[in-house]
């Protein structure tokens, strides 16, 4: 298959400064330092797989607030910390600036925003009606007497640009892709606290351009996503396969009916029926990422942190068997890790094709610019075998 996204233009988005690199293809590893902007690279994607949708921009951002975990004493940033956020923390506020490019023989895409912070005076009523409206109502006021008054906040007042269905021309540079260019549309954005979570719930899910799923590294303790495995008889039967790596004794899976509840379960030839919940996170792992793949089926999967809940033992069986159906259903892969063994163990996939798409990207946080260094998986390999070099940084 032909690379969706075949190289990455990042400026300014999170922690993020600067950031370019080519020669992206099927299998794609991203390895670095903590906090050097791995899983960031994974959200730059999200975002132009999206259509012109702005509130879809706001779900993506909101991410990593992983809905569903129970955390004392914790609260959600607000939908405007969010926005704030998205931007580099280093940069001027008087000229803010994101820039997420990327292309592939047959098509560009772009996601580009910019604007200005300033402070306004917000109407007392405006602010009364948002509070009436907020789930924390008594969170914000001080008590149920206080007097609402006009407030100073932030604002964000700016334009954006999405291009994702953009003919390549092999003339046509980043830098053509201003915001002054009336070749493409402007959208202006006037986003504070008081409005921000008007402006995602007009803005409503929307279709994406271009198919995708994103697996977090925590995703296998908060779903039992397994309905799309279902979906292929041939694909259902692989991954049960794939679980006997784990227990011997599994031999199908299944969802059954309980009380009007469907629960996930594998089916033992010993144990019976047992529901997925009960299981250890490897197993639970595996599913998840073989969900994934029928999720991105023809488009991109996303996965942050393979490693979680993998032991060594099966990583071989399982990576090669990733790779294999990946590459059966048009998928390409995007994987970020923090792990020396994980990228040694998919450079040892025994799968020629796919060897030669392969690419370890690193990634590092230079004063004044992330950089990143792209190596197939020839190069890679040849610099492990004989230099034993170390790949995360």
Request: with cysteine; hydrophobic share 40%; aromatic share 10%.
């Amino acid at each position: 298959m032909d690379p969706i996204f075949g190289n990455l233009t990042i400026e300014n988005f999170r922690g993020i400064k600067q950031l370019s690199l080519n020669n992206l293809s099927n299998l794609n590893i991203i390895t670095g330092d903590n906090n050097s902007g791995k899983t960031t690279f994974l959200e730059a994607l999200m975002i132009l797989t999206q259509n012109a949708n702005i509130g879809n921009i706001f779900r993506i951002l909101k991410i990593r607030e992983n809905k569903g975990v129970v955390r004392p004493f914790s609260r959600e940033l607000d939908d405007f910390k969010i926005l704030e956020y998205m931007f580099n923390v280093s940069q001027n506020k008087d000229n803010l600036k994101v820039k997420i490019y990327s292309s592939n023989d047959k098509i560009e895409y772009l996601f580009q925003l910019e604007g200005k912070m300033e402070k306004i005076f917000v109407d007392s009523e405006v602010i009364e009606k948002y509070l009436k409206k907020s789930r924390r109502f008594w969170d914000l006021l001080d008590n149920k007497d206080s007097i609402i008054i006009d407030e100073e906040t932030l604002n964000f007042e700016g334009v954006y640009k999405f291009i994702n269905d953009k003919e390549s021309s092999n003339d046509l540079q980043l830098e053509l892709f201003e915001l002054n260019d009336e070749k493409i549309k402007t959208n202006k954005i006037t986003a504070n606290k008081f409005n921000i979570n008007k402006l995602i719930m007009d803005n409503k899910r929307s279709v994406n351009k271009i198919n995708y799923h994103f697996i977090s590294s925590i995703d296998h303790v908060l779903k039992n996503d397994m309905e799309f495995i279902f979906k292929i008889e041939s694909f259902k039967t692989e991954v049960v396969g794939l679980l006997k790596i784990f227990d011997n004794d599994i031999e199908d899976i299944l969802i059954t009916k309980e009380n009007n509840n469907y629960v996930n379960c594998i089916k033992c030839k010993n144990k019976g029926v047992i529901p997925l919940s009960l299981y250890g996170d490897g197993i639970k792992k595996v599913i998840i990422l073989a969900d994934g793949i029928i999720r991105a089926k023809n488009g991109v999967l996303l996965i942050d942190e393979i490693e979680t809940s993998i032991h060594k033992r099966v990583m071989k069986d399982l990576f090669s068997w990733l790779v294999k159906a990946s590459n059966h259903y048009n998928v390409q892969l995007f994987i970020t890790t923090h792990s020396l063994e994980v990228v040694d163990e998919f450079l040892d996939v025994n799968n020629e094709s796919y060897f030669n798409e392969t690419r370890i990207v690193t990634i590092h946080n230079n004063k004044d610019s992330t950089i990143a260094r792209v190596l197939s998986g020839e190069e890679a390999s040849s610099l492990r075998e004989n230099f034993n070099m170390e790949l995360r940084k």
